[in-house]
């Protein structure tokens, strides 16, 4: 089962970039959470979105539930961006976790 | 302010060994989750505990079992490991009961020969 998609499943930019990466999911959800995970393993939660979009510096999380489509964004990439983003999605009462994409390994060379 | 801790980082097992993966939250959270992850799949949960004495089959369990031995520490155990379980897992928890895991321990990661 694929539940959650992400795309791309790679990205190499150019630091000063503007990114995107985008989660689609096939379910009703109670809300849409975007992490990362550094290079040396470690998953940090970025946004938990359940409608509209969020902001943190240079990140930029939107979620159209019509849709069913979640974007992450970052302005003015650098190199320390560097990392895998996951999409994943709370589906149904959540209390069994979170239902995972794959990841988008992204690269952003000086 | 530790948060979610894993142990061991790394380990090596001969197929049929047995070995407990251990996880400890201080942040009094009450749900607790264990996740396996592998080359081109994303995170896929094993078991998750939604609070201390309770816990509960994920996606994948067949080969695992868990014990929550007290709200803090949620282990994980390998009665006879196998090269298919060869992988990194992830401890996580989260506040609610019903909540989705939001805290991430660093990650075991584990290699079956």
């Known amino acids: 089962k694929n539940e959650v998609e992400q795309s791309p499943q790679n990205l190499t930019a150019q630091e000063g970039e503007f990114i995107t990466i985008n989660c689609s999911y096939s379910v009703g959800i109670s809300a849409l959470h975007w992490l990362q995970q550094h290079p040396g393993g470690g998953i940090v939660s970025l946004f938990m979105?359940?409608?509209g979009k969020k902001k943190h510096g240079r990140l930029i999380a939107t979620i159209n539930i019509q849709e069913k489509h979640s974007s992450l964004h970052i302005t003015a990439s650098h190199p320390r961006d560097s990392a895998v983003y996951i999409c994943a999605a709370t589906i149904g009462g959540g209390a069994d976790g979170l239902t995972f994409g794959k990841g988008t390994h992204l690269i952003i060379q000086p | 302010n530790a948060g979610v801790t894993q142990t061991p980082k790394f380990q090596v097992l001969k197929t049929g060994q047995s070995m407990t993966l251990q996880c400890a939250q201080d942040?009094?959270?009450?749900?607790m989750y264990w996740y396996r992850q592998d080359p081109g799949m994303g995170l896929r949960l094993i078991y998750y505990s939604a609070s201390e004495g309770t816990t509960d089959k994920g996606e994948v369990p067949n080969g695992y079992n868990v014990s929550r031995l007290n709200k803090r520490e949620f282990s994980l155990r390998l009665e006879s490991a196998a090269p298919s379980q060869t992988s990194v897992y992830f401890c996580?928890?989260?506040?609610?009961?019903?909540?989705?895991?939001?805290?991430f321990g660093d990650g075991t990661r584990l290699s079956i020969l």
């Open positions: 979105l359940s409608s």
């Open positions: 942040m009094n959270h009450n749900s």
């Open positions: 996580a928890s989260s506040g609610d009961r019903a909540s989705p895991p939001q805290h």
